[in-house]
């Protein structure tokens, strides 16, 4: 069955901490990769994508996430977090066949000022 | 990115009442979007993808009498509750897909049913 797991529901760091959130995915066929943010009171934006080519990609506000295929792993990660980054994140994907996005639960992000 | 609105964003209505929303893709053309429903601090549940010119496609469980997508025109896509119900209240959220293969949401709407 096709599936997002992220590991983590709820991350609180410090200010400047490092950021690693999981995901794996189970998908059945090639696949698109997607990372969402949902800043509190805000609808979802695109931070980054993967669709071929470099399995490391680089997002918006120095997000980047890597693709590892023999792990069917696209974790997201940010060197120094900051305070406007506290927001829920989803992973994303979808067969690069097929429409529709199947998402992760999605992982809440607290960082502590 | 590309945007795309939703109205309404909030909306109360009685029980029985059916209630519309609009779904537009400000900036681009798409030949396809998609309804999503989130609950409280769950992710986002497909509920039907939306195909202009054609019928939408349901997810399995989603009524399609209950929950009437229209996608009449290459911005617009409108989802209907009919006979709305308090257990249908939920936050509804419209994608749209470019050419490229990018889902952009909307803002979401807020249906409340009392």
């Known amino acids: 069955a096709q599936s997002v797991s992220q590991h983590n529901h709820h991350v609180i760091l410090s200010e400047a901490a490092s950021l690693e959130l999981g995901c794996n995915y189970s998908?059945?066929?090639?696949?698109?990769l997607f990372w969402y943010v949902q800043y509190p009171g805000q609808h979802l934006q695109l931070l980054l994508k993967y669709f071929s080519g470099d399995p490391l990609v680089k997002g918006i506000k120095g997000f980047e996430a890597e693709f590892i295929k023999s792990k069917f792993s696209f974790n997201l990660r940010k060197p120094s977090v900051q305070w406007s980054d506290t927001a829920e994140y989803f992973c994303a994907v979808n067969g690069q066949r097929d429409d529709k996005i199947i998402f992760g639960k999605g992982t809440r992000l607290h960082i502590l000022p | 990115g590309a945007v795309v609105s939703q109205h309404p964003s909030w909306v109360i209505c009685k029980s029985g009442t059916s209630v519309k929303i609009e779904c537009r893709s400000l900036d681009f053309q798409a030949t396809t979007m998609f309804w999503y429903r989130q609950f409280p601090k769950q992710s986002l549940m497909l509920m039907a993808t939306?195909?202009?010119?054609?019928?939408?496609?349901?997810e399995q469980g989603v009524e399609k009498d209950k929950f009437l997508i229209n996608h009449a025109s290459l911005t617009l896509s409108t989802l209907t509750v009919t006979s709305a119900h308090p257990e249908d209240s939920s936050f509804y959220i419209c994608?749209?897909?470019?050419?490229?293969?990018?889902?952009?949401f909307g803002p979401g709407t807020r249906l409340t049913v009392l």
């Open positions: 994608s749209a897909r470019t050419r490229t293969d990018t889902q952009y």
């Open positions: 998908y059945g066929g090639t696949v698109n």
């Open positions: 939306s195909n202009e010119g054609s019928k939408a496609t349901y």
